[in-house]
């Protein structure tokens, strides 16, 4: 599986923790992180090589997880959460069919961090009845 990673400047530290780890879990890694480390181009960047199909999950990382996930919520048929925990990584996937998370490196630790990413990259979406909420979604 591919997975696109990007990360603002303060969070490059937390992303390479990350990159290392799902590495290691022999995920593909995709890094959108750019020289000027704008949060804002990273996210549009990874929203679209998700909706591309060049990816199929996304991760982002900056101080608070808020610019990214207002960024990737924009785009249609992009489905974006702000996660700080597990259970809510695995639910968000397995519920909303999200293909983007992002992360706030002042407000999430590193091995915190880690066992997310792992949840979210192992999480499928269940379809089912929560696909009337993902067609809605789609629709705005």
């Given at each position: 599986?591919?997975?696109?990673?990007?990360?603002?400047?303060?969070?490059?530290?937390?992303?390479?923790?990350?990159?290392?780890?799902?590495?290691?879990?022999?995920?593909?890694?995709?890094?959108?992180?750019?020289?000027?480390?704008?949060?804002?181009?990273?996210?549009?960047?990874?929203?679209?090589?998700?909706?591309?199909?060049?990816?199929?999950?996304?991760?982002?990382?900056?101080?608070?997880?808020?610019?990214?996930?207002?960024?990737?919520?924009?785009?249609?048929?992009?489905?974006c959460?702000?996660?700080?925990?597990?259970?809510?990584a695995?639910?968000?996937?397995?519920?909303?069919?999200?293909?983007?998370?992002?992360?706030?490196?002042?407000?999430?630790?590193?091995?915190?961090?880690?066992?997310?990413?792992?949840?979210?990259?192992?999480?499928?979406?269940?379809?089912?009845r929560?696909?009337?909420?993902?067609?809605?979604?789609?629709k705005?």
């Amino acid at each position: 599986m591919k997975i696109g990673l990007g990360s603002s400047e303060k969070g490059l530290h937390l992303m390479g923790k990350i990159k290392e780890y799902l590495q290691k879990e022999e995920y593909e890694i995709v890094d959108y992180t750019n020289k000027e480390n704008d949060i804002f181009s990273i996210s549009q960047n990874i929203s679209e090589a998700v909706i591309n199909g060049d990816i199929e999950k996304g991760i982002i990382i900056d101080d608070y997880g808020t610019v990214p996930f207002m960024v990737c919520s924009k785009h249609t048929k992009i489905v974006c959460a702000q996660v700080a925990d597990e259970h809510s990584a695995k639910m968000t996937r397995d519920h909303n069919n999200t293909s983007i998370i992002t992360i706030g490196c002042e407000i999430t630790g590193e091995n915190l961090a880690k066992n997310i990413c792992a949840v979210f990259a192992k999480a499928d979406y269940s379809g089912g009845r929560h696909q009337v909420r993902v067609d809605m979604l789609d629709k705005m």
